[in-house]
C-alpha cells in the first residue's frame, strides 16, 4: 500500500490527535451516582406528569437529557419513557425529540 502524504497525512494525523484528547479526557461512569441520578430524574418526571403542567414535563425532560450528556454520564435505558412523556406534553408524536433539548 501506498505511504499517505500531504492532505490526506495531516487530516490523520489531525484524526489522531483527536482520538488521543478524545481518550484523555474520558471519565469513568460511576454507575451508583448514575443509578441516584436516573431514579431521581425518574421520580421528577412522575410528579410532572401528574401535575398536568405541560411546561413542567419539558422542562424535566429538558434537565434530564443535559445530565445524561454529561461526561461520565449516560443516557437510561429506558430514555424512551421521558420522550413518550414529551411528546404527550407537545401533543406531537415524535416531532420534537429529546436530543434536540439539550
Given amino acids: 500500500m501506498a505511504e499517505i502524504t500531504g492532505e490526506a497525512a495531516a487530516l490523520v494525523c489531525r484524526a489522531e490527535a483527536r482520538g488521543s484528547a478524545r481518550a484523555a479526557r474520558a471519565v469513568p461512569v460511576d454507575y ?9 430524574q425518574r421520580a421528577r418526571l412522575t410528579r410532572a406528569m401528574r401535575s398536568g403542567d405541560p411546561n413542567a414535563v419539558v422542562l424535566a425532560c ?12 449516560m443516557w437510561p435505558d429506558d430514555w424512551s419513557r421521558w420522550q413518550r412523556a414529551l411528546d404527550d406534553a407537545t401533543g406531537s408524536l415524535g416531532a420534537v425529540q429529546l436530543e434536540d433539548l439539550a
Fill in 62 to 73: 429538558r434537565d434530564a437529557v443535559a445530565e445524561w450528556n454529561r461526561p461520565g454520564s
Fill in 32 to 40: 451508583r451516582a448514575l443509578d441516584a441520578m436516573v431514579r431521581r
